[in-house]
């Protein structure tokens, strides 16, 4: 009986240095892998053509049809909402243009199916040229559908 029971020690010994000599031949997951997950595919959305539409370049008109100049640039805040539009506006030819901002709820898409339809804006010329000019790095004055003037963080 002892002979036998000293066998099976011996047997059970081998198994296991047998075992963690093969499982160290094995490659061992990198920690950093081992810990990320697969990233998930990103959503996808599909907008129709007639659904959404650039504004950057595009005209705008007052309602009663003023040429106002043309958008520049979007204007967001830290959340990325869009507050406000910089409109470049007067002048002949790029000259004697000045930039002015806008805020966002003072323009209408209602029809802008192509580059060549123009975005309105509630403001007529008189109001859009009593506006601050635009100047990047300064306080950015947001001229408003009720032709009020505030700075963009006191709304």
């Known amino acids: ?3 036998t029971r000293g066998f099976m020690i011996l047997a059970v ?10 499982r160290a031949d094995e490659p061992q997951p990198n920690p950093s ?8 595919p990103p959503s996808v959305t599909i907008i129709g053509p007639s659904d959404a539409h650039g504004v950057l370049g595009r005209d705008v008109r007052s ?19 869009v507050r406000a539009a910089v409109i470049d506006f007067g002048g002949f030819l790029g000259v004697g243009s000045r930039k002015i901002v806008v805020d966002w709820n003072a323009l209408h898409f ?7 339809d123009a975005i309105t804006l509630e403001l007529n010329k008189a109001q859009v040229a ?8 300064a306080p950015v004055v947001v001229l ?12």
């Not at 309602?63 to 909402?81: K, S």
């Not at 209602?110 to 060549?116: A, E, H, L, Q, Y």
Request: glycine fraction near 14%; hydrophobic fraction near 35%; charged fraction near 25%.
């Open 1 to 3: 009986m002892r002979g």
């Open 13 to 22: 010994f081998i198994a296991i240095v047998a075992g963690a000599a093969s």
């Open 33 to 40: 892998q081992a810990a990320k997950e697969p990233v998930p």
């Open 63 to 81: 309602p009663t049809n003023e040429d106002m100049g043309h958008i520049v640039d979007v204007i967001v805040d830290r959340t990325g909402t």
């Open 110 to 116: 209602g029809r802008v199916n192509d580059k060549s």
């Open 130 to 137: 009593a506006a601050p000019e635009y100047k990047e790095g």
């Open 144 to 155: 408003g559908a009720t032709g009020s003037l505030l700075p963009l963080g006191e709304r």
